[in-house]
């Protein structure tokens, strides 16, 4: 008897080749497919040569040599490209099969996909899987969603070749149609703020305190050993001290333009649709596109001046300490705001995330993976009711006593003309969120006079509105109120 695939794969990039060959290690066969067909030659008598897989040269023949149900899975471009497999993949498969979109796609698109796929009898899942090309191969961060029904079809394949945490899969069912996606998202949302902070440290130890790449790097080591120990510090602390053939730091001749995926920008819309203040990670999305305009910026230079960048003959060690101080209270806004649209995107859809899970899931394999999720799901297990991180014991005490330096570090870089979007960010939802009265009554004032859009009173319950004729020449009648 012909054997058959445990699962099947589309998409041989870099992420699917990878993924395919973690699958295989931990004993499953895999059937693969690619659009350019001479691909699977190429795995198959290459990286794949000798071990179990089976190459197929077309949708049908792929879907044939699967054991059912079927499970098939995608890694291809997110957008029409999903869509487009999505027709082509159904014909070949019977009601109970599984179709998985395992790439960076947008929620919306998998809340409509599970829906299409359902309809037609079969069942659907859209996971986010974070941790790049090495992830993928030894042990990716995995956030499945869509049809309940599919989790324990693909639960064995998906918790053997996630990563582990303290002995748990960094892979657990998240919720219902885009639930994973929604996650993933905010999961590079969260990266971008993480990356931009760190990248603010950066600068103002470069042009404050002059430091050199390999100085950095020592300090980055540092810092790797203690709380701020994660992945991306660590890569940092590696990206500082290589050098190339000639011996020239690598760091220092790339060309200071970002790119991005469109991850963080959806992170930052979802947070404007569903009224989150995402202030940290809005600014790293940013900051990223200020990168992109190099040529003004070039020429902005040598017409705009500002402070000389001059550090006053202080405590340089002190400062450090400081630094380290604000990139982690920066850090802990950054995760909070997160949440805060992980449990304002529940509510909206119907999901029943998990919070405590989520941060168990991103301990190991993904890119923000740290010390510091062990702590965030510590805080859910408290408190799984909790509404801000700032609010829970562990991480109230260490913004606390983490304030003053994160003052000085903003206050020094803004005195100085260096930019700290993201840190100043983040400092200033701290602020604004302990505010008791902040200043919106003036700007609710300033909505009524010109629109008669209405307002509450602190000498009146919530939810009476009232409108007043500020300039003796409008009208009693007022606006609906309503929010966006």
Sequence with gaps: MEKLADIGLIGLAVMGENLVLNMESKGFTVAVFNRTVSKVDDFVNGRGKGKNFIGAHSIEELCKSLKRPRKVMMLVKAGQAVDDFIEKIIPFLEPGDVIIDGGNTHF??????????????????????????????NGPSMMPGGSKAAWELVKPVFQSICARADGAPCCDWVGENGAGHFVKMV??????????????????????LGMSAPEMHEVFKTWNEGELNSYLVEITRDILAYRNEEGEIVVDKILDTAGQ???????????????????????????????????ERIAASRQLTGPQPTFDGGDRQAFLGDLKNALYAAKIVSYAQGYLLLREAAREYGWNLNYGGIALMWRGGCIIRSVFLGKIKEAFDRNPQLTNLLLDPFFKEKVLAAQAGWRKVV????????????????????????????????????????????????????????????????????????VV
């Design 261 to 295: 995926k469109g991850t963080g920008k959806w992170t930052g819309v979802s947070a404007l649709d569903l009224g989150i203040p995402l202030t940290l990670i809005g600014e790293s999305v940013f900051a990223r596109c200020l990168s992109a305009q190099k040529d």
């Design 187 to 208: 999961h590079n949302g969260i990266e971008y703020g993480d990356m931009q902070l760190i990248c603010e440290v950066y600068q103002l130890m470069k042009d404050l």
């Design 411 to 482: 206050s020094t870089a803004i005195q100085n003309g260096i930019p700290m979007p993201s840190m100043s960010a983040g400092l200033t939802y701290f602020d604004g969120y302990r505010t008791e009265r902040l200043p919106a009554n003036l700007l609710q004032a300033q909505r009524d006079y010109f629109g008669a859009h209405t307002y509450e009173r602190i000498d009146r319950p919530r939810g009476e509105f009232f409108h007043t004729n500020w300039t003796g020449k409008g009208g009693d009648t007022a606006a609906s109120t309503y």
């Design 108 to 137: 919306p698109d998998t809340i409509r996909r599970t829906a299409y796929v359902e309809s037609k009898g079969l069942l659907y899942i859209g996971t986010g899987v974070s941790g790049g090309e090495e992830g993928a191969l």
